[in-house]
């Protein structure tokens, strides 16, 4: 146990020489809450990305998502009344409603259909830009995250990733 505080003070005091500009990630990939599932798995793939915020129409930050929630959704079966609301959305709210055939193409081809902000985390952390690189390790660590937004008057100016720090620390 002496050895593991020992090597965590090291690690602070490491990191108590770099301010969050030494490590923030400026170019920050976002995606809009209305694409579709399948846009999204599509994306992080092509950018080889794990997570990314999420942007409104109007470019509000308003949630977070990741490749977790990607194969959560894939995993699972739509319930009734995620159906039931699919079907109102396709058929409007005095339209029809769905033959079982339909119903099971809308289960087949869930990930065309449904989007971003159905599977997203709608709860965004952030720090401002001000805040220490050891505030940044300690709420990555609190809410075993693996990115924290960084924003200056609540506007989004970049990302720090928990390799991103252990890159830092790595090449020291």
Known sequence: MG????SNSTALSELSNFSLTDIIS???LTVYEGWSVKRLASFFVKHRISGAPVIAADDELVGVVTQSDVIRFESRTPTEVEMQRLAKFYCGPYG????????SRLQD???EYCTVNSIMTHEVLSLDSSSSVSDTCSMITKHDIHRIFITENNCLVGV?????I??????Q
Do not use: F, H
Request: glycine share 4%; aromatic share 0%.
């Open 3 to 6: 050895s593991q505080a020992l």
């Open 26 to 28: 400026k170019n920050v």
């Open 96 to 103: 029809g409603e769905l033959s079982d055939a339909e119903v």
């Open 109 to 111: 081809k869930a990930n």
């Open 160 to 164: 720090v990733t928990a390799m991103d």
């Open 166 to 171: 252990l890159k830092k620390l790595s090449s």
